[in-house]
Protein backbone atom coordinates (compact mmCIF):
# COMPACT_ATOMS: atom_id res chain seq x y z
CA UNK A 1 0.00 0.00 0.00
CA UNK A 2 1.77 3.25 -1.31
CA UNK A 3 1.34 6.35 1.57
CA UNK A 4 -0.36 9.41 0.43
CA UNK A 5 2.58 12.60 -0.02
CA UNK A 6 1.13 15.08 2.44
CA UNK A 7 -0.92 18.09 0.82
CA UNK A 8 1.88 20.80 0.27
CA UNK A 9 2.10 24.00 2.54
CA UNK A 10 0.74 27.28 1.19
CA UNK A 11 3.69 29.73 1.74
CA UNK A 12 3.35 33.26 1.84
CA UNK A 13 6.66 35.70 1.65
CA UNK A 14 6.33 38.08 4.90
CA UNK A 15 7.43 40.72 2.58
CA UNK A 16 6.47 42.43 -0.53
CA UNK A 17 7.87 44.80 -3.10
CA UNK A 18 6.61 48.17 -4.01
CA UNK A 19 7.96 49.67 -7.24
CA UNK A 20 6.71 53.40 -6.39
CA UNK A 21 4.79 54.89 -3.86
CA UNK A 22 2.31 57.25 -4.25
CA UNK A 23 2.18 61.35 -3.72
CA UNK A 24 -0.34 63.39 -3.08
CA UNK A 25 -2.48 64.78 -6.36
CA UNK A 26 -1.48 68.52 -5.46
CA UNK A 27 2.60 67.82 -5.81
CA UNK A 28 3.06 68.70 -9.35
CA UNK A 29 6.78 68.41 -9.74
CA UNK A 30 9.21 71.09 -11.38
CA UNK A 31 12.17 69.20 -13.33
CA UNK A 32 15.36 71.59 -13.37
CA UNK A 33 16.78 72.24 -17.06
CA UNK A 34 19.48 74.00 -18.35
CA UNK A 35 18.89 77.41 -20.38
CA UNK A 36 19.23 76.74 -24.28
CA UNK A 37 23.38 78.68 -24.91
CA UNK A 38 23.70 78.36 -21.69
CA UNK A 39 25.81 75.85 -19.26
CA UNK A 40 25.16 76.90 -15.19
CA UNK A 41 21.37 78.75 -16.14
CA UNK A 42 19.07 76.71 -15.19
CA UNK A 43 15.19 77.01 -15.61
CA UNK A 44 12.54 74.33 -13.65
CA UNK A 45 10.40 72.65 -16.31
CA UNK A 46 6.86 71.44 -15.44
CA UNK A 47 7.04 67.41 -15.50
CA UNK A 48 4.23 65.27 -14.81
CA UNK A 49 3.10 62.59 -12.16
CA UNK A 50 1.41 59.25 -13.22
CA UNK A 51 -1.55 58.67 -11.39
CA UNK A 52 -2.60 54.59 -10.81
CA UNK A 53 -5.76 54.21 -8.75
CA UNK A 54 -5.33 50.95 -6.18
CA UNK A 55 -7.25 47.85 -6.63
CA UNK A 56 -8.01 48.66 -10.53
CA UNK A 57 -8.14 45.89 -12.41
CA UNK A 58 -6.65 46.93 -15.48
CA UNK A 59 -4.90 49.67 -14.82
CA UNK A 60 -3.66 52.35 -17.05
CA UNK A 61 -1.20 55.14 -17.11
CA UNK A 62 -2.93 58.73 -16.83
CA UNK A 63 -0.58 61.57 -16.09
CA UNK A 64 -2.11 63.93 -13.06
CA UNK A 65 -3.04 67.41 -14.65
CA UNK A 66 -2.74 70.99 -12.85
CA UNK A 67 -6.54 71.52 -11.84
CA UNK A 68 -6.26 75.48 -12.28
CA UNK A 69 -5.04 77.77 -14.57
CA UNK A 70 -1.85 78.87 -12.63
CA UNK A 71 -0.30 75.67 -14.05
CA UNK A 72 -2.09 75.05 -16.78
CA UNK A 73 -0.05 77.60 -18.87
CA UNK A 74 0.82 75.75 -22.28
CA UNK A 75 -0.38 72.41 -21.30
CA UNK A 76 -3.64 72.49 -23.96
CA UNK A 77 -1.13 73.55 -26.55
CA UNK A 78 1.32 70.90 -25.28
CA UNK A 79 4.02 73.63 -24.92
CA UNK A 80 6.39 73.43 -21.60
CA UNK A 81 5.99 75.61 -18.76
CA UNK A 82 9.17 77.02 -16.64
CA UNK A 83 9.44 78.65 -13.78
CA UNK A 84 13.28 80.78 -13.08
CA UNK A 85 15.20 79.29 -10.31
CA UNK A 86 15.70 81.86 -8.17
CA UNK A 87 11.39 82.54 -7.95
CA UNK A 88 11.52 79.49 -6.21
CA UNK A 89 13.33 79.91 -2.49
CA UNK A 90 14.31 76.83 -0.71
CA UNK A 91 11.35 77.28 1.86
CA UNK A 92 9.41 76.31 -1.33
CA UNK A 93 6.60 78.43 -2.41
CA UNK A 94 2.65 78.99 -2.19
CA UNK A 95 0.56 80.29 -4.98
CA UNK A 96 -2.89 80.94 -3.75
CA UNK A 97 -5.90 82.13 -6.13
CA UNK A 98 -8.99 82.95 -4.32
CA UNK A 99 -11.89 85.29 -4.99
CA UNK A 100 -11.62 89.09 -3.56
CA UNK A 101 -14.93 91.53 -3.62
CA UNK A 102 -15.26 94.92 -2.16
CA UNK A 103 -17.30 97.94 -1.96
CA UNK A 104 -16.83 101.58 -3.49
CA UNK A 105 -17.98 104.11 -1.52
CA UNK A 106 -21.07 104.37 -3.78
CA UNK A 107 -22.37 101.31 -3.40
CA UNK A 108 -21.04 99.36 -6.24
CA UNK A 109 -19.83 95.90 -5.62
CA UNK A 110 -16.33 94.69 -7.40
CA UNK A 111 -15.61 91.16 -7.17
CA UNK A 112 -12.04 89.60 -9.20
CA UNK A 113 -9.87 86.71 -8.95
CA UNK A 114 -6.58 87.20 -7.27
CA UNK A 115 -3.24 85.62 -7.50
CA UNK A 116 -1.03 85.78 -4.24
CA UNK A 117 2.52 84.18 -3.72
CA UNK A 118 3.94 84.04 -0.59
CA UNK A 119 6.91 82.18 0.85
CA UNK A 120 6.27 78.35 1.95
CA UNK A 121 6.29 76.55 4.98
CA UNK A 122 9.76 75.01 4.88
CA UNK A 123 11.07 72.10 2.91
CA UNK A 124 8.19 69.65 2.02
CA UNK A 125 8.53 65.71 1.20
CA UNK A 126 5.90 64.07 -1.29
CA UNK A 127 6.52 60.82 0.67
CA UNK A 128 7.59 59.48 -2.97
CA UNK A 129 10.11 56.44 -3.21
CA UNK A 130 10.89 54.04 -5.57
CA UNK A 131 11.72 50.24 -4.82
CA UNK A 132 10.91 49.22 -1.34
CA UNK A 133 10.38 45.96 0.47
CA UNK A 134 7.57 46.38 2.79
CA UNK A 135 6.70 43.79 5.32
CA UNK A 136 3.25 41.93 5.25
CA UNK A 137 1.44 41.61 8.40
CA UNK A 138 0.74 37.97 9.03
CA UNK A 139 -3.36 38.04 7.84
CA UNK A 140 -2.59 39.95 4.77
CA UNK A 141 -2.49 38.27 1.53
CA UNK A 142 0.39 39.09 -0.88
CA UNK A 143 -0.73 41.54 -3.49
CA UNK A 144 0.02 40.95 -7.34
Known sequence: M???PPA????KAPFRYNI???VPENWLPFVPEHVAGSRRQIQLRRAAMPRYLENDP?????RVRPRTA????????????Y???QEVPRAGAQVLQSFQRTRWNDG???????????????????????DQIVPVP???????
Open 2 to 4: AAT
Open 8 to 11: PKEW
Open 20 to 22: MTT
Open 58 to 62: APSFE
Open 70 to 81: LLREGLDAGKPY
Open 83 to 85: IHE
Open 108 to 130: RVFTWLAVKKRIGRGEGHSGLAF
Open 138 to 144: PNDTPQG
